[in-house]
């Protein structure tokens, strides 16, 4: 499965933004799907992950209430859509996928994406 996020960009405080994420080579809708970011100077963490058709979603606790993850298996894109930015989000976000879900909010994901930078200015 390749995979490719895009959507970043320079925003204000309290903007938003909308990350895309599309895959191809492989059957999306078998796959759970995740966001990671990495600021700099700093490992790569969990944002959020969808399941298989969406229904199940998680998110870390820094992100819940501002950001919504969400899925198009027709498509097969996923989203992430970012409201109320802080400058703490500025990272690069990457995005994943895992045909077992053998730990959504860990580093253990089959296929990564490049990542899409959100610089997020106070």
């Known amino acids: 499965v390749q995979l490719q996020a895009s959507g970043g960009g320079p925003v204000q405080a309290g903007g938003s933004l909308r990350l895309s994420c599309a895959a191809s080579g492989g059957v999306f809708r078998l796959y759970y799907m995740g966001w990671f970011r990495q600021a700099p100077g700093k490992e790569r963490e969990f944002v959020a992950a969808?399941?298989?058709?969406?229904?199940?979603?998680y998110y870390s606790d820094p992100v819940k209430g501002r950001f919504t993850i969400s899925r198009d298996n027709a498509k097969n894109m996923m989203y992430l859509q970012m409201n109320t930015l802080k400058p703490e989000d500025t990272a690069v976000y990457y995005c994943?996928?895992?045909?077992?879900?053998?730990?959504?909010?860990?580093?253990?994901?089959?296929?990564w994406g490049q990542g899409t930078l959100v610089t997020v200015s106070s």
């Open positions: 969808i399941g298989r058709n969406g229904t199940i979603r």
């Open positions: 994943a996928a895992q045909r077992v879900p053998t730990g959504l909010a860990t580093n253990v994901y089959d296929y």
